[in-house]
């Protein structure tokens, strides 16, 4: 599959990394969390041992992030979902395109599926429901365009962000739109997004869906929960895809 070059509507490029395997008509896109990037272990391991399945992957850091252009100071959902958008726009004509999105990544992937046809798979990984109580519960104490997002000062905690994800509120709305196949994958451990997040969009969903609950996993998984993730991914494509 020959891929482009990516980039936003903004003209900032969309780093990614191409994983080939033997079917040519399908594309499954990985996308990232907040503080996160295309290199993180999860998306590696996954990208790789699904490639070894047969599916083509497409790790991608969103502008702001990682080695892609941008400022961390404007990543917002919002302009994630535009970045993806953007990146499905560049995508061959007649690939079937299926998207797994880890964390905020997942929300994305949850507001973009329900707008936009073209994926019709949907994959989420401790995906981030309650996005203003997210906001709340991990930065109250931080001021916003002042400080910084767990004491790193790579991530600065923006006003706009803060102010996306307060707009947005909860995807549950958004979630009961969904029409395509949804898997979705959460760690009973997970002290970052609960567990209850992937519960409440799973009630609200009314698409053929399923829910994985992956017991002692955290919210970045590990290499021991690494080959479950894997093989519900791969037999979800299979069905689905």
């Known amino acids: 599959m020959n891929l482009p070059e990516f980039r936003n509507r903004l003209g900032e490029r969309i780093d990614t990394s191409f994983h080939s395997a033997p079917r040519e008509d399908v594309l499954l896109v990985l996308g990232h969390g907040l503080t996160g990037n295309k290199d993180r272990p999860l998306l590696i391991a996954l990208a790789e041992g699904l490639s070894k399945r ?27 979902t535009e970045d993806l958008a953007d990146l499905l726009d560049a995508l061959p004509e007649g690939v079937r395109i299926a998207y797994c999105g880890h964390s905020m990544g997942g929300a994305v992937g949850v507001i973009t599926t329900a707008a936009d046809a073209r994926i019709r798979v949907l994959v989420t990984l401790s995906g981030m429901v309650y996005t203003a109580n997210f906001v709340e519960r991990e930065f109250d104490d931080i001021v916003p365009g002042e400080g910084v997002m767990w004491e790193d000062p790579d991530f600065p905690l923006s006003k706009v962000y803060v102010a996306d994800l307060q707009a947005i509120g ?9 029409e395509v196949p949804w898997l979705l994958i959460h760690g009973s451990q997970d ?7 992937s519960e409440d969009a799973y009630a609200a969903a009314q698409c053929d869906k399923h829910l994985v609950e992956i017991d002692g996993a955290d919210h970045v998984f590990d290499e021991t929960s690494y080959p479950r993730i894997i093989e519900e991914v791969d037999a979800w494509l299979k069905e689905y895809l």
């Open 54 to 80: 047969g599916w083509p992957c497409l790790r991608i850091s969103y502008t702001g992030s990682g080695g892609s252009e941008g400022r961390f100071e404007d990543v917002t959902i919002t302009k994630e």
């Open 170 to 178: 909860d995807t549950l709305d958004v979630a009961a739109e969904i």
């Open 191 to 197: 002290d970052i997004i609960p567990v209850l997040d």
